[in-house]
């Protein structure tokens, strides 16, 4: 298996850019303390992510169909997230209202949920002939 | 009226009949020899006489994926005139998944009792 594609690769750049700017206005909402610029900021992450995904995943599907019930992208998305979060702590570029606790939490329940999807994937894999759909193999 | 009807019931028919033949066909092409994209498109809709057309992009796909699931494979070389080409051909696992198909699908219509029905059927097509 190929699991790592061009377009999920292209994913991943648009996930880091994305999530780099949540993280910036972010910190800029709690240092203002400001409601709405945490509110928008978050919604617009949201909102880019799932055009993302829908672009790029939709973009993966036509070149070679992998039957992973979006496991790689979930997963890119939560490493990128988590991994951008933790190094605006260790670059000290967050907020001194924030606490890095806040990460770790969301970072662990984030990961439960990502584990319930991986065993999903798992159970999936009786109906896939090398990560293929057995139904989506010939024309 | 009735040829209306015809028509209309022999197409819907071929739209479901047609879904999984593409794979058929361009195996059957790769039978004959290694070939690159343009020339299995050729060899489809020439030897069906028209019935299967496919899309270059579908072609790539499916290609695509039968390299994947390791039926197929190719070797880039340059044509004899223009750019450095994929050459399709089956491997071991393509060939003999291609003869077991072509075994208990195909070869069941040579036998004479079906060879005998399907030549009263084109003949009543003819008479029509």
Redesign the interface.
């Given at each position: 298996m190929k699991p790592i594609t061009h377009s999920l690769i292209k994913f991943a750049i648009a996930a880091i850019v994305s999530a780099t700017l949540f993280r910036y206005f972010l910190t800029y909402g709690i240092e203002i303390k400001s409601g709405s610029v945490i509110g928008i900021s978050a919604s617009i992450y949201a909102i880019l992510m799932f055009l993302s995904g829908w672009n790029f995943g939709k973009e993966d599907k036509?070149?070679?169909?992998v039957y992973d019930v979006g496991f790689r992208f979930h997963f890119t998305t939560y490493l990128i997230h988590n991994v951008v979060s933790e190094l605006w702590f260790v670059l000290g570029f967050n907020s001194k209202y924030e606490n890095i606790a806040a990460i770790h939490t969301v970072a662990i329940i984030w990961g439960l949920f990502l584990l319930v999807h991986f065993i999903v994937f798992l159970r999936t894999r009786k109906n896939a002939?090398?990560n293929?759909h057995k139904e989506?193999?010939?024309? | 009226m009735y040829e209306q009807k015809l028509k209309e019931l022999l197409s819907a028919w071929e739209e479901t009949y047609k879904?999984?033949q593409?794979?058929f066909w361009i195996f059957l092409a790769l039978q004959e020899g290694e070939k690159y994209v343009d020339e299995i498109k050729e060899f489809v809709e020439t030897k069906s006489m028209g019935v299967i057309t496919c899309e270059e992009q579908?072609l790539y796909?499916?290609l695509?994926?039968y390299e994947?699931?390791?039926v197929l494979t190719y070797e880039q070389r340059k044509g004899n005139k223009g750019p450095e080409r994929k050459y399709y051909y089956f491997t071991d696992l393509g060939q003999e998944l291609f003869a077991l198909f072509v075994q208990r699908n195909i070869q069941l219509f040579y036998s004479e009792e079906i060879r005998n029905l399907l030549k009263f059927q084109t003949n009543e097509a003819n008479n029509a």
């Amino acid at each position: 298996m190929k699991p790592i594609t061009h377009s999920l690769i292209k994913f991943a750049i648009a996930a880091i850019v994305s999530a780099t700017l949540f993280r910036y206005f972010l910190t800029y909402g709690i240092e203002i303390k400001s409601g709405s610029v945490i509110g928008i900021s978050a919604s617009i992450y949201a909102i880019l992510m799932f055009l993302s995904g829908w672009n790029f995943g939709k973009e993966d599907k036509e070149y070679l169909p992998v039957y992973d019930v979006g496991f790689r992208f979930h997963f890119t998305t939560y490493l990128i997230h988590n991994v951008v979060s933790e190094l605006w702590f260790v670059l000290g570029f967050n907020s001194k209202y924030e606490n890095i606790a806040a990460i770790h939490t969301v970072a662990i329940i984030w990961g439960l949920f990502l584990l319930v999807h991986f065993i999903v994937f798992l159970r999936t894999r009786k109906n896939a002939i090398n990560n293929l759909h057995k139904e989506d193999l010939f024309d | 009226m009735y040829e209306q009807k015809l028509k209309e019931l022999l197409s819907a028919w071929e739209e479901t009949y047609k879904k999984g033949q593409l794979t058929f066909w361009i195996f059957l092409a790769l039978q004959e020899g290694e070939k690159y994209v343009d020339e299995i498109k050729e060899f489809v809709e020439t030897k069906s006489m028209g019935v299967i057309t496919c899309e270059e992009q579908s072609l790539y796909r499916a290609l695509r994926k039968y390299e994947h699931i390791g039926v197929l494979t190719y070797e880039q070389r340059k044509g004899n005139k223009g750019p450095e080409r994929k050459y399709y051909y089956f491997t071991d696992l393509g060939q003999e998944l291609f003869a077991l198909f072509v075994q208990r699908n195909i070869q069941l219509f040579y036998s004479e009792e079906i060879r005998n029905l399907l030549k009263f059927q084109t003949n009543e097509a003819n008479n029509a």
